[in-house]
């Protein structure tokens, strides 16, 4: 079993970032609801950052909502 860490994100620019384990596979699930449209969690503080449609910042990255709630990540079967 995968101890899953309490924040990840997907950006290899964050500290927060493990190619490894992203690899594997990581699910997110919030208030209840899988969500597959995450790039970073952290579930301690109870929030996810999910990208805002088709929006670019000027760096040309997708732009993110935070999003406050119920975190749970899982490692899919």
């Known amino acids: 079993m995968t101890t899953l860490p ?3 994100s ?3 620019r ?3 970032y493990n190619e490894e384990l992203l690899e594997r ?3 997110i699930r919030f208030n209840g609801k899988e969500r597959t449209d995450v790039s970073e969690y952290c579930v301690s503080e109870g929030w996810i950052r999910a ?3 088709n ?3 000027r760096f040309g990255q997708p732009m ?3 999003l406050k709630g119920v975190v ?4 899919p079967e």
Not at 72 to 75: D, G, I, K, R, T
């Open 6 to 8: 309490d924040r990840l």
């Open 10 to 12: 997907n950006d290899p």
């Open 14 to 16: 964050s500290p927060f």
């Open 25 to 27: 596979g990581v699910g």
């Open 51 to 53: 990208q805002a449609g």
């Open 55 to 57: 929006s670019k910042d």
């Open 64 to 66: 993110t909502i935070k």
């Open 72 to 75: 749970e990540a899982f490692v």
